[in-house]
């Protein structure tokens, strides 16, 4: 079968990965948009935990025998407990002045990260075994799906709406979007704002860590797997315009699809397709998608 | 009301004056080609500074403007046969022309966005200088010819070029003094220090913020242009966010909204780099880190800011 001349398996496969990296993109922004909405800083080592949970787990398995499952849980914590750390003892100092020092700080941490593992890894890269119990495939009739590539969108898309749910319609949440409108205020109530910035932070830093964890099997696990994505997830950041949670998922989905799209029908622009649509989002609505200007 | 004038303001033309002479007698004490470097990653490192200290704006993509300005003027000289200083003026407005579109596009939203919009401008660029033909993907342009200035001058010549580098960045440094201390400099400071009362004084301030960027970035390109006759290659790397963060990274190092700051910066970082990367290796960019750190979190006026300061305490007028 085909459409507009190009094989529905083609077409299938090249939306499923569209959708993986999509889920990547989601996630990823996600936990940019929510360290943004309490802290007001630009993580820009977001794509350096991104690999370091990559590593963690790769090391778990390599060096102690810890497998694919219980990385899964182990690695955001211990990359997560990373984050709170750098929260305490670096950004906390930074939150009376100009946003843009939080950019410019964690841009030196991200050098940091990808230069020691680029020093004791190389930049060769390292494989993951996708584990036994998602090996394989199942054919759907019209395209072949590789069970984990399934399972990394179901992860993926449970943690995203998971995190929209926890901030939407629960306590916690309710505190944090207060905290994002008027910390003085929430702290009157007798609310830990500090405690739950530092929460904030761990959180958004243990999902690109969980991300990461989910890309290992499927990409190289390289020093150097996160800066490159970063960007691509900064320009989807400034399309979804980060007003919204849900915002930042289903923009980060879309682009993801549309570049898997962009490879199909025009592979030469399908790096560039996500800039190109920035800009004219821009030109268009310079608040973003879902934006409030 | 005349606000006093600092020290450091009132001896700055004084200051400038010996720099000047040690300039021109630097490349028989030191080798050239490291004293060139310098001198490029300073213009870049300025013109930079005139954006992000005097108009606040973080471009986090000036590596755009170095990287295409460089193989602009390498194609220009090496595949088209003009003379270098063609050459680096095709770099310089391919550049600005390159900053007026990005620019437009930016100014539409201000701070951490601002920053993360050139970021992602730049890196268009980055991946089309991957994949474009001509500009020799992974490779580069190598191989640029330095050529003869004007047709006359031989600038195989390291000493030869070292004076042309050396004109090329007092020009490119004049012109940012210039426009740090006109009226246009000064609505570029007000816009910095409070946006709002700018914009209620009647100033079009997206007009301003715009000239601000093309200059910037046209005297980038200028740097990279020049570099690329230089080093006679145009690389990858020049077009890289890590060029982008370097150049920040002198800046902040040098001293953010200072004059001689991203020279001082630019040198720093220079010298560091050319030491380290025989004795540490792949620390360097640890090393760049740490210093990233430490300047943004105890250190944020950076070596001249310092000194200004240190100065001012101390009460000498």
């Not at chain 1, 507009?4 to 496969?13: D, E, K, N, Q, R």
């Not at chain 1, 993986?20 to 909405?37: H, R």
């Not at chain 1, 060096?63 to 750390?85: D, E, K």
């Not at chain 2, 105890?298 to 800011?305: A, T």
Request: glycine content about 12%; proline content about 3%.
């Amino acid at each position: 079968m085909e459409i507009f001349g190009i094989s529905t398996a083609l077409l299938g496969s090249q939306l499923l990965v569209g959708l993986i990296n999509g889920s990547f993109y989601a996630i990823l922004s996600l936990g940019l948009a929510i360290i943004f909405g309490l802290l007001n800083i630009i993580n820009f080592c977001h794509g350096a935990q991104y690999m370091m949970g990559a590593f963690v787990a790769w090391i778990a398995l390599t060096r102690f025998g810890i497998n694919y499952w219980v990385a899964l849980i182990a690695a955001p914590l211990i990359v997560g407990v990373v984050g709170v750390l750098i929260e305490r003892l670096m950004l906390r100092r930074l939150y009376k002045l100009d946003h843009l020092y939080g950019l410019l700080l964690t841009f030196g941490l991200a050098l940091i990260f990808e230069g020691i593992f680029r020093d004791q890894f190389g930049i060769s890269g390292e494989s993951y075994e996708v584990p036994e119990l998602l090996s394989g495939g199942v054919n759907l009739g019209f395209m072949f799906l590789p069970i984990y590539r399934g399972w990394v969108i179901i992860a993926s898309l449970t943690v995203c709406f998971g995190t929209w749910y926890m901030i939407e319609r629960t306590k916690l949440g309710a505190y944090l979007r207060a905290g994002t409108e008027n910390s003085a205020m929430v702290q009157a109530l007798g609310i830990n704002v500090p405690l739950l910035i530092t929460f904030t932070y761990g959180y958004g830093v243990a999902l690109a860590a969980f991300a990461g964890v989910l890309a290992a099997p499927i990409f190289q696990v390289n020093p150097l797997m996160g800066s490159n994505l970063i960007i691509v997830v900064f320009a989807v950041v400034v399309i979804g315009g980060m007003g919204s949670i849900m915002g930042s998922i289903l923009t980060g989905l879309g682009l993801g699809l549309i570049e898997g799209l962009t490879r199909v029908f025009y592979p030469e622009a399908s790096s560039v397709v996500v800039f190109v649509i920035m800009v004219i989002v821009l030109l268009l609505r310079p608040a973003g998608l879902f934006g409030k200007s | 009301m005349n606000a006093p004038v600092s020290f450091a303001e009132s001896k700055l033309p004084l200051l400038l004056g010996v720099l000047f002479v040690i300039g021109l007698i630097a490349p028989f004490a030191v080798y050239p080609t490291f004293l060139m470097k310098i001198l490029c990653y300073a213009l870049f490192a300025c013109a930079f500074n005139l954006l992000l200290g005097f108009a606040g704006l973080l471009s986090f993509g000036h590596a755009a403007f170095l990287g295409t300005a460089g193989y602009v003027c390498g194609m220009m000289v090496r595949d088209v046969g003009v003379t270098p200083e063609v050459g680096i003026l095709a770099g310089t407005v391919a550049a600005g022309l390159l900053g007026w579109l990005f620019g437009s596009l930016a100014i539409k939203r201000t701070g951490i966005y601002f920053a993360m919009i050139t970021l992602a401008l730049a890196q268009m660029v980055f991946f089309l200088a991957i994949q474009i033909k001509e500009t020799g993907g992974e490779d580069g342009l190598q191989g640029v010819p330095r050529g003869h200035l004007f047709g006359l001058l031989d600038l195989s010549d390291n000493i030869a070029m070292y004076y042309l580098v050396f004109a090329i960045f007092c020009f490119g440094f004049f012109i940012i003094y210039r426009t740090i201390h006109s009226p246009f400099g000064q609505i570029l400071k007000a816009i910095r220090e409070n946006e709002p009362r700018a914009i209620s004084l009647g100033y079009d301030v997206a007009k301003f913020k715009l000239i601000a960027f093309i200059i910037s970035a046209a005297l980038a390109g200028m740097a990279g242009a020049t570099k690329t006759l230089v080093f006679q290659l145009a690389s990858l790397s020049d077009v890289h966010w890590h060029a982008s963060g370097e150049v920040v990274l002198m800046t902040l190092l040098g001293g953010l909204g200072t004059i001689l700051g991203p020279i001082v910066g630019a040198a720093t970082i220079v010298a560091l780099q050319t030491q380290l990367a025989d004795s540490v290796g792949s620390w360097v960019t640890v090393i760049m880190g740490v210093i990233f750190v430490i300047c943004v979190l105890s250190f944020r006026r950076g070596i001249v800011g310092e000194l200004q300061a240190l100065i001012k305490r101390s009460g000498v007028n």
